[in-house]
Nanobody
Framework: QVQLVESGGGLVQAGGSLRLSCVAS????????MGWFRQAPGKERECVAA????????YYQDSVKGRFTISRDNAKSTVYLQMNSLKSEDTAVYYC????????????????????WGQGTQVTVSS
């Protein structure tokens, strides 16, 4: 059974930093694209960042480019999201997700391409 367990959310002041972690089990982690999504109250879930199997290609939503960094450690089956210069509009529940198909070449951002999700971790940025 596939499980994704996130950690690292919390309350931070604007301009601060947080690092989210997501440990995956139940699949050969290195075979799958991983993504980070977020959902703010009253808004649709959106892809924040995605990373290919070896970490050589990444995608970032325009609003987080230059502030967020996605990375992965395949030996630890863990994907990270380093968030710097946080803004109040980054407040949301953040989810990690694993691709539904192995060996995908591109860092997909479509939520329908992911079939397992973490429980979510709340990130609150106070202004």
């Amino acid at each position: 059974q596939v499980q994704l367990v996130e950690s690292g959310g919390g309350l931070v002041q604007a301009g601060g930093s947080l690092r989210l972690s997501c440990v995956a089990s139940g699949r050969t982690f290195s075979d799958y694209v991983m993504g980070w999504f977020r959902q703010a109250p009253g808004k649709e879930r959106e892809c924040v960042a995605a990373i290919t199997r070896r970490g050589d290609t990444t995608y970032y939503q325009d609003s987080v480019k230059g502030r967020f960094t996605i990375s992965r450690d395949n030996a630890k089956s863990t994907v990270y999201l380093q968030m710097n210069s946080l803004k109040s509009e980054d407040t949301a529940v953040y989810y990690c997700a694993i691709d539904r198909v192995p060996l995908r070449v591109r860092a997909t951002t479509a939520s329908n391409d992911y079939d397992y999700w973490g429980q979510g971790t709340q990130v609150t940025v106070s202004s």
